[in-house]
């Protein structure tokens, strides 16, 4: 089932308290996928970037030495990351099992993702001048008091509550999805892929790497594709109306746009309100009302629907 | 009363309501009667409706704020008036027989769902399925609507003053739709019996659905829909029916056939 919702503001790069919006609306979908939630935020453009990394399962084999190993884990992947030219400014603890890093690096990110990543029991959620991802179990006021997201200040954002189908309930097969390595982008996704073993090989072939067994990555780093190699996010959503076979609504995000996606039969829901200061989409319109508390008009987009909107 | 409004702290499926007492909250004067159901949960908002509907004899009742909240008047077996100040969720008024339902605002998917008699009219938009396995009754919606509009429609009258999605009518086994504007592909598919008539474009039939032949029996029942709920003079319709092709209306079940033979 899963919800799925994305805000973006439009009044000129106005930056609004984005999370607590977020919160919000999912916490309102929580009916829909109580298993995890994931968003997925940009803030203004900083200098650097920022890395969102996974330690450890928070509901895995949790042993007598789990403190330790997650202190030599962080230990590790920070000196990786120095020892490939990274000047870290800043390192956070969101919880015991996640760290957040903001640097400054001029290098090759996949090569820097890559290398993080081969600490054992890492994943790196996401990395990105503007964007943060933030997932982990639990409902979605649980995960934003956990990771502070109330005072998370930015320009748009997408959110997935989840009802695990197809894989398990942990922090890697739980949604948004960062486009690996391609810094910036992320999808959220409601529906089944059924070529996804077809797209996983064909990515793979490219070199790409996927973090999860779910479907849902496919759509991200597909797209992340398309638009490295010269399509804008339009054209990429609408090609993968054809070339991605299943039932599906996504959503998927960039630096400065946010755009939707229907499959043919329509199959899952989306009801979309659009207004000269703010564009609010969901799986139902009981979320968007949480951020426009009045009467609104909205609507569902029809099957085959591809929107983008620029903030 | 502070202790069942205490808030729930866990509740994993999102679907605890710890109380359902009736609110009473209503003003009633003579047969209507108004309410506010801003601060109700789903299901106080039910109960107090049933309560006005079927315990204090009210036949006009009026809710103010229902937040675009799921499931809400679902169920009420009764002749009466009920009019929604704002947009409903999923589900809203399924499952009814008799009420004259009118929504200011939108609704969300499957409204009005397996209606077995009763008038629903919503003012602006209606999500998918609208109006699924509908069995009798009206159900007017004056913007657009979803995919798989009457699925499985087994009576009744859907009319949409608006567009309407992919797959509508798919399924359906009586009963009519009357669509002023355009229809997604798939139109009619896998339709038994039925008629479906639309205005605008169609973008592409589904299986075994064909256009019919007009006659006066349908420009009757057109103006006299159109009349009754004060549209205006009726566009120009096409007419699709059953072609009648893709099931076997001649072959008998077993248990007939041993009858038979």
């Known amino acids: ?311 | 009363m502070d202790a069942v409004e205490a808030e729930v702290l866990f509740d994993a499926r999102g679907l605890v309501e710890l109380d359902d007492s009736v609110p009473n909250v209503a003003e009633i004067d003579g047969e209507s009667a108004q309410f506010d159901a801003k601060d109700l949960t789903t299901r106080k908002i039910n109960a107090e409706l049933r309560r006005l509907v079927y315990e204090e004899g009210v036949k006009d009742v009026t809710i103010l704020n229902p937040s675009a909240r799921h499931s809400l008047g679902v169920g009420i077996l009764q002749r009466c008036r009920i009019t929604f100040e704002g947009s409903l969720g999923y589900f809203g008024v399924g499952l009814i027989d008799g009420p004259e339902v009118q929504i200011n605002g939108r609704v969300g998917w499957s409204v009005a769902e397996n209606m077995m008699s009763g008038v629903v009219v919503i003012e602006s938009n209606a999500g998918s399925l609208a109006g699924a396995a509908l069995r009798g009754g009206d159900l007017v919606v004056k913007g657009q609507v979803g995919a798989r509009t009457g699925i499985d429609q087994k009576g009744g009258t859907i009319l949409v003053m608006g567009d309407a999605g992919s797959m509508t009518g798919f399924m359906m086994q009586r009963g009519r739709q009357i669509i002023c504007g355009d229809v997604g592909p798939g139109l009619g598919d896998s339709m038994y019996d039925g008629t479906l008539y639309v205005a605008g474009k169609v973008k592409a039939l589904g299986i075994d659905c064909v256009e019919g032949e007009w006659t006066d029996a349908d420009t009757e029942l057109i103006q006299r829909k159109f009349r009754i709920y004060g549209l205006g003079d009726p566009p120009q319709f096409h007419k699709f029916v059953c072609g009648k092709k893709l099931y076997n209306y001649d072959s008998l079940e077993p248990s007939e056939r041993k009858l038979v033979l």
């Not at chain 1, 993702?113 to 409902?139: F, H, N, Q």
């Not at chain 1, 996927?210 to 399509?231: H, K, N, P, T, W």
């Open chain 1, 1 to 311: 089932m899963c919800g799925i919702a994305g805000i973006i503001y439009r009044d000129g790069g106005g930056e609004r308290q984005v999370g607590r919006d977020m919160t919000a609306m999912l916490q309102a979908m929580k009916h829909r996928g109580p298993d995890s939630t994931g968003y997925a935020l940009y803030r203004p453009a900083g200098d650097g970037y920022v890395m969102h990394v996974k330690l450890a399962e928070s509901n895995g084999h949790h042993d007598f030495d789990l403190a330790e190993k997650l202190r030599r884990q962080r230990t590790d992947v920070e000196g990786r990351m120095r020892s490939l030219g990274a000047d870290i400014a800043d390192i956070q603890g969101p919880s015991d099992h996640a760290m957040t890093v903001t640097f400054g690096y001029d290098g090759d990110l996949k090569q820097l993702a890559d290398y993080v990543e081969d600490v054992r029991g890492t994943e790196v959620l996401s990395l990105g001048k503007t964007l943060e991802i933030v997932k982990d179990l639990g409902d979605a006021k649980t995960v934003a008091e956990d990771y502070g997201l109330d005072k998370f200040i930015g320009t748009h954002a997408i959110g997935h509550a989840r009802m695990a189908t197809e894989s398990d309930v942990d922090i890697a097969n739980a949604h948004p999805y960062w486009a690996y390595p391609f810094p910036d982008v992320a999808v959220v996704h409601n529906g089944q892929l059924t070529n996804y073993h077809q797209w996983k090989r064909r990515l793979e072939r490219a070199g790409h790497r996927f973090q999860s067994e779910c479907d849902s990555e496919i759509i991200a780093v597909y797209l992340a594709e398309r638009m490295a190699q010269g399509d804008s996010l339009e054209e990429s959503m609408q090609r993968s109306l054809d070339e991605l076979d299943g039932v599906f609504t996504y959503i998927c995000v960039t630096e400065d746009a946010l755009g939707v996606a229907k499959d043919e039969l329509g199959a899952k829901p989306l009801v979309l309100y659009e207004s000269d200061d703010i564009v609010a989409l969901a799986s139902e319109e009981i979320a968007i009302r949480k951020v426009v508390d009045r009467e609104i008009e909205t609507y569902d987009p029809y099957e085959g629907a591809v929107m983008v909107w620029t903030r």
